[in-house]
């Protein structure tokens, strides 16, 4: 929960997570509780790098490589990052909406290519299929609401940039706000009815139906 001049929120990700939680389990159940908790480990320190060094470069900062994926992670984004990002309104953003009753911390808004766009950075192991991403256009709809809300500025476009093993460029997935609205809303009305919270906004729901 983000604690906001909302009240206490839920992240977008713990709201998304919901939706993946079986098949997480039977994967879970699969290799093991032991092999599942150490390439998850992997996976959450390796986005985590991935996401300060590209906050760094942004910023203008020297990036600093801790192993030599890193390192290889990076050099695969970077032309891109050099190419597409024209004005940087902000990285690592706190932000929250009331309307949807969620938080979360979006990882860079700005122009890119020339369009005011949420920027979602993520790292995989393999190459992904886009009608297995979902969940990731959705949380980007989430922070393209949020940021609207409370910042009045309109950003409908959001590019997913995933940072694959073993590849030279990224895959880079590009998305609008409306076409993921009716899903989102979906999700976060099964999540505050499963934790039985009640919703700032209970009116949102019957909007979308």
Request: with cysteine; proline share 5%; aromatic share 10%.
């Amino acid at each position: 929960m983000y604690h906001t001049p909302a009240g206490d929120l839920p992240s977008i990700t713990t709201v998304l997570g919901r939706l993946s939680h079986d098949s997480i389990m039977e994967w879970r159940r699969k290799v093991g509780e032991e092999e599942a908790n150490r390439i998850s480990g992997q996976a959450s320190n390796r986005g985590t790098r991935l996401h300060k060094i590209c906050e760094d470069y942004i910023n203008n900062l020297e990036p600093v490589f801790k192993t030599p994926l890193d390192q290889e992670m990076f050099l695969s984004v970077q032309n891109t990052l050099d190419s597409m990002i024209d004005e940087v309104y902000g990285q690592e953003v706190p932000l929250y909406s009331e309307y949807l009753g969620i938080a979360g911390r979006v990882d860079l808004v700005c122009k890119w290519n020339g369009k005011a766009s949420i920027v979602d950075f993520k790292t995989s192991r393999k190459l992904k299929k886009r009608d297995w991403i979902d969940n990731y256009f959705m949380q980007c709809t989430a922070y393209c609401v949020m940021f609207e809300e409370l910042t009045g500025t309109p950003v409908d476009r959001f590019v997913v940039l995933i940072a694959v093993d073993q590849e030279s460029e990224p895959q880079i997935f590009l998305g609008k706000r409306d076409d993921y609205i009716s899903p989102l809303v979906d999700a976060i009305r099964g999540f505050y009815d499963e934790k039985n919270l009640v919703h700032p906004n209970p009116a949102i729901f019957s909007r979308f139906h």
